[in-house]
Antibody, heavy 119, light 113 residues
Framework: EVQVVESGGGLVQPGGSLRLSCAAS????????MNWVRQAPGKGLEWVAN????????YYVDSVKGRFTISRDNANNSLYLQMSGLRAEDTAVYYC????????????WGQGTTVTVSS | DIVMTQSPDSLAVSLGERATIHCQSS????????????LAWYQQKPGQPPKLVIY???TRASGVPDRFSGSGSGTDFTLTISYLQAEDVAVYYC?????????FGQGTKLEIK
């Protein structure tokens, strides 16, 4: 079964750090760009970052540049999002999503992991 | 950044009727290299992750019923659901993947009238 499963969410204080993980299975991980997308409570979707198959290209939404780092471990079929300098506005469900092979959209999504930034 | 604007914000349609959702991009998402429109539609039901419904503006994703269709030009796009079914109740998002950041529209909540 093709799937991605996120983990690592939790409650963190403002200014703190957290590392999200995404375990991929059932497909050739090294053939796909991978993404992180978030959704604040009751709000819409916001694309956060993506990374090329070999990790050589990474892109971020402006609001997380310099604070979040996307990475991947192809040997272990895993995607990561290192988050630091967390703010209340980073509170959201974070989804790991696979880019389709021909990059026409995100065709596999996880169930999400919840990050809450609060004192 | 490319701004995606959907209309309406919410929509109530009777079962069996047609639902139409619009999406406008602040600049063209038509890629000259392959003449494809880099526009996708996603469906998100309560408590679930999004699901890819339409890509290249008009191609149905695998397993999506043929009552879903997409159309549009370089900046104006439409998602149409013919013969609305109860299971189509969801929030629908358009997204451009022409250039980073891959921006989404604000979403359109579709309900049964």
């Amino acid at each position: 079964e093709v799937q991605v499963v996120e983990s690592g969410g939790g409650l963190v204080q403002p200014g703190g750090s957290l590392r999200l993980s995404c375990a991929a299975s059932g497909f050739t991980f090294t053939s796909h760009w991978m993404n992180w997308v978030r959704q604040a409570p009751g709000k819409g979707l916001e694309w956060v970052a993506n990374i090329k198959q070999d990790g050589s290209e990474k892109y971020y939404v402006d609001s997380v540049k310099g604070r979040f780092t996307i990475s991947r471990d192809n040997a272990n079929n895993s995607l990561y999002l290192q988050m630091s300098g967390l703010r209340a506005e980073d509170t959201a469900v974070y989804y790991c999503a696979r880019d389709s092979y021909w990059r026409y959209g995100m065709d596999v999504w996880g169930q999400g992991t919840t990050v809450t930034v609060s004192s | 950044d490319i701004v995606m604007t959907q209309s309406p914000d919410s929509l109530a349609v009777s079962l069996g009727e047609r639902a139409t959702i619009h999406c406008q991009s602040s600049q063209s998402v038509l890629h000259s290299s392959n003449n494809e429109k880099y526009l996708a539609w996603y469906q998100q039901k309560p408590g679930q992750p999004p699901k890819l419904v339409i890509y290249w503006a008009s191609t149905r994703a695998s397993g999506v019923p043929d009552r879903f269709s997409g159309s549009g030009s370089g900046t104006d796009f439409t998602l149409t659901i013919s013969y609305l079914q109860a299971e189509d109740v969801a929030v629908y998002y358009c997204q451009q993947y022409y250039t980073s950041p891959y921006t989404f529209g604000q979403g359109t909540k579709l309900e049964i009238k």
